[in-house]
């Protein structure tokens, strides 16, 4: 079990993380507490932790398909999930390694949402369809309409986005 991003970092070096996949989930996590401080701000109810966590461990599979560190393929994210429920992560954690890869479905939670906007948002790229959803998710729990809500987070997703050729540049 994963309490901590400390541990998800010590998890992924126990497993093998390169130091340029551990730099990569740190700067997803800079994007993503980025993202967290805007919801709190919102007076959402979510599990930020789950978010944290969840920008920690999403391309755990990495580790074991080291060439779609640098190219495409959806290998790892599979096996990343597999990978961390047998060391006993959390499942709902685990998950993070497909959800935020394959967000297009139904059923993500909103923590998924932000863990794979800020996997978009850490570089820069916005992902209109994704954001989109997240501020659904939030809409339907505030119970308003999506358009009270979506300039303000329009505005933060460009924020954070703005970062992204520094952060770019950190993860080289």
Same mark, same amino acid.
């Given at each position: 079990?994963?309490? %901590? %991003? %400390? *541990? ?7 497993? #093998? ?5 551990? @730099?990569? +989930?740190?700067?997803?996590?800079e994007?993503? *507490? ?6 709190? /701000? ?12 969840? !920008?920690?461990? =999403? ?8 060439n $779609?560190?640098? #190219?495409? #393929?959806?290998?790892?994210e599979? !096996?990343?999930? &597999? ?5 006993? +992560?959390?499942?709902? +954690?685990?998950?993070?390694?497909? %959800? =935020?890869?394959?967000?297009? #479905?139904?059923?993500?939670?909103? /923590? $998924?949402?932000? +863990?794979? @906007?800020?996997? &978009?948002?850490? &570089?820069?790229?916005?992902? !209109? ?16 309409? =999506?358009?009270?809500?979506? @300039? ?21």
């Amino acid at each position: 079990m994963l309490n %901590t %991003t %400390t *541990e998800a970092y010590q998890l992924l070096s126990q497993l #093998g993380a390169s130091k340029r996949l551990l @730099t990569h +989930v740190k700067l997803v996590g800079e994007a993503a *507490e980025m993202l967290i401080v805007r919801l709190e /701000e919102m007076g959402l109810q979510f599990d930020a932790n789950l978010i944290r966590l969840g !920008a920690a461990i =999403h391309d755990a599979g990495k580790i074991l398909h080291p060439n $779609e560190l640098d #190219g495409p #393929g959806s290998l790892h994210e599979p !096996a990343g999930e &597999k990978m961390l429920l047998g060391q006993g +992560v959390q499942s709902i +954690v685990a998950r993070c390694c497909v %959800t =935020h890869a394959q967000w297009q #479905g139904e059923g993500l939670s909103l /923590e $998924e949402l932000a +863990v794979a @906007t800020s996997d &978009k948002l850490w &570089k820069g790229k916005r992902e !209109a369809e994704l954001e989109l959803k997240l501020i659904h998710a939030i809409a339907q729990q505030k119970q308003v309409d =999506h358009w009270d809500i979506f @300039t303000s987070l329009d505005d933060a997703f460009e924020t954070i986005a703005a970062g992204g050729s520094e952060r770019l540049e950190r993860s080289r």
